[in-house]
């Protein structure tokens, strides 16, 4: 199951260009404790998106992806820290509340007359702090950044390129602040290991299926956001 759930986040990544972490945090969760969800995501998220870079640094809109990782490194650590020391039944509903809402907004269409370019400049470094908050602390970073570049007034491959160089940052800091902290261990290494290959096939498929069939990301990552997260709070509160 964490196998077919590694290689569905992988897909969803590599066509979006973000998503991976939220959508196998979300399925993870249903058997694991955050504490040790959210390093090998972390670690994984990082790796799979190597192949993205080159095309990502192209695309990569420099003064919001700049703006977006000052706010991102001025956050992380704080969650990160978060993630080590709050209780762990607290963390689950936490982080699928948080992509539940976020896959909400994503879903909401702006009127156009309040789409503006500007906004691409003046909201990057509070979208950053928000994002890199919630990326150490419950891996679930992308809502904050979808909702904010998806009304940015980016081209869709600006926005791509943008959050894949963002998240590889968020996610490189997130894991240094963690082993800072000493929060990983080799029980999550192993198990990031076991689901590297699925990942990064997953990621090489939604790269093939991006090329050949665009679509709107806005509809594809609020639709699997909702659906996830809904599922995750579900299955939390039965069990408890």
Excluded at 144 to 149: E, I, Q, R, S
Aim: proline share 5%; aromatic share 8%.
């Amino acid at each position: 199951m964490f196998m077919f759930l590694s290689f569905f986040a992988g897909v969803v990544r590599g066509y979006s260009g973000f998503g991976f972490a939220m959508v196998l945090t979300l399925g993870l969760l249903t058997r694991l404790a955050p504490a040790q969800v959210i390093p090998v995501v972390l670690m994984l998220d990082l790796v799979c998106s190597v192949s993205l870079w080159p095309g990502a640094l192209k695309t990569l809109h420099t003064g919001v992806g700049a703006r977006l990782i000052v706010g991102m490194l001025l956050a992380v650590p704080l969650g990160a820290l978060a993630l080590a020391r709050l209780p762990e039944q607290w963390m689950a509903p936490v982080v699928a509340g948080l992509c539940f809402l976020g896959g909400g907004l994503v879903l909401i269409k702006p009127p156009v007359h309040k789409v503006s370019r500007a906004l691409a400049t003046h909201w990057a470094l509070p979208a950053g702090l928000a994002s890199g908050l919630v990326t150490a602390m419950a891996s679930a970073g992308g809502p904050p950044l979808v909702v904010y570049l998806l009304r940015s007034g980016l081209s869709t491959a600006s926005v791509r390129g943008t959050a894949i160089v963002f998240f590889a940052a968020s996610s490189a800091c997130a894991l240094v602040s963690l082993w800072l902290l000493h929060a990983l261990s080799r029980d999550q290494l192993s198990l990031a290991a076991t689901l590297l290959l699925p990942a990064l096939a997953g990621n090489l498929m939604g790269q093939w299926l991006f090329r050949r069939k665009p679509m709107s990301l806005q509809l594809v990552i609020g639709v699997l956001l909702v659906l996830l997260s809904a599922a995750t709070l579900i299955s939390h509160f039965i069990s408890a």
